[in-house]
Structure formats: structure tokens, C-alpha cells
């Protein structure tokens, strides 16, 4: 089993280094982590890094403020034909934030982050994609500690997050009232569901 780690982060060294650490202390399976300090956006840094590497077992979305906390982590979330989660000390079982994604599912859409997105609801459009295809695990006993600035882990040092998050809800609304349903079935084809 191979998994594939991807980490957008950029101008946050002490974070990512405290995450890498993390990182290499908790995975138990052949869990490859690629760091990229790379100008683009989230969304681009994401589908960008699944062009060259397209042929890993599980895809894990991550972010440089996050402590992995429960060893064997990639472990517990590696399971075929699902997108699973852990507990990021702030939503828990409500979002699928930092999720874990079959390499098939992945490769079916062709996009590891919905390209029109830039940054946010990334983990909204698993979470409903999970929950349409009744392929979505929580997994409670995984804690990914989210060092999130609205849990005052941090500092908000995106001086642009609601016009960007807002930007993306918008994107997520409309991909959900149109393109949401050709991709269920998309993946539903593809797994042979």
C-alpha cells in the first residue's frame, strides 16, 4: 500500500517543521509526503502534484498547521473504495477536513481539489461526495490536531480569507447545483458500484 501526502504551505516554516515532525513520528505505511512552498494556490499546489504522481494507492490532503497526534494514522485511514477522516480537534465528525481518498476514486475525477476552487471547501466537496456515494468514514480515534486561527492555535495570516472563502462557498454552491451529480455517477461507473 502506497500513500501519497500533500502539503500546500508557504511562509510558515516553524509550522511546517512542527508538522513534518509530527508527520514522521506517527506514519506506520509507505506514506510519502510532498511539501510545496510554491506561490499557487492551494487547489493548484493539489491537482498540480497529482499530475506527475498519479498512480498511488491513497491520496492525504493535509495542511502545515496540523499536528499529527495518533500513530498509525495513515493506517487507520487507508481503507479501499472509501474517503475517510480523522478528528481535527475543532469540527470532529462535522467535516472531513485533511481526508484520506482511494487512489481509484481520485483517479476517476482526475483532481485531488475541485480546480474551481482556490484554497477553502475542499473538505466540503469530499464530505458530500462521500456521503452521496455512502463511502464516507469518520474515524474518531484519529486526532489531526487543526492549529486553525478560530481556535486560536494561530494567527490569521491570510489577510484575504473571507473574500477567498467566500469566493470558493460560491464555487461549492454551484458545483453542488450542477456537477455534483455527473461526478457521483462518475465514480459510482468507475468503482462499478
Excluded at 163 to 191: H, N, P, Q
Aim: net charge negative.
Amino acid at each position: 500500500m502506497k500513500i501519497l501526502t500533500i502539503c500546500p504551505s508557504l511562509n510558515r516554516p516553524n509550522m511546517l517543521k512542527e508538522m513534518v515532525d509530527s508527520f514522521d513520528a506517527t506514519i506506520t505505511t509507505d506514506n510519502t509526503l510532498i511539501v510545496v512552498d510554491d506561490p499557487i494556490t492551494p487547489t493548484e499546489c493539489f491537482n498540480k502534484v497529482l499530475l506527475d504522481n498519479s498512480n498511488y494507492d491513497f491520496y492525504h490532503l493535509t495542511n502545515d498547521d496540523v499536528i499529527y497526534k495518533t500513530k498509525g494514522w495513515d493506517d487507520l485511514l487507508s481503507r479501499k473504495g472509501k474517503i475517510c477522516y480523522g478528528n481535527d480537534t475543532i469540527q470532529g465528525d462535522a467535516l472531513c477536513t485533511f481526508p484520506m481518498i482511494d487512489g481509484d476514486i481520485v483517479r476517476c475525477l482526475g483532481w485531488l481539489q475541485l480546480p474551481t476552487l482556490k484554497k477553502y471547501c475542499g473538505d466540503v466537496v469530499w464530505m458530500e461526495l462521500g456521503r452521496r456515494l455512502n463511502c464516507l468514514k469518520y474515524v474518531p480515534d484519529v486526532e489531526i490536531e487543526h492549529r486553525h486561527f478560530v481556535n486560536g492555535k494561530r494567527e490569521n495570516d491570510d489577510p484575504n480569507f473571507w473574500g477567498t472563502y467566500g469566493y470558493d462557498k460560491e464555487a461549492f454552491l454551484e458545483w453542488f447545483t450542477t456537477s455534483a451529480v455527473f461526478d457521483t455517477e462518475a465514480i459510482r461507473r468507475y468503482m462499478k458500484w
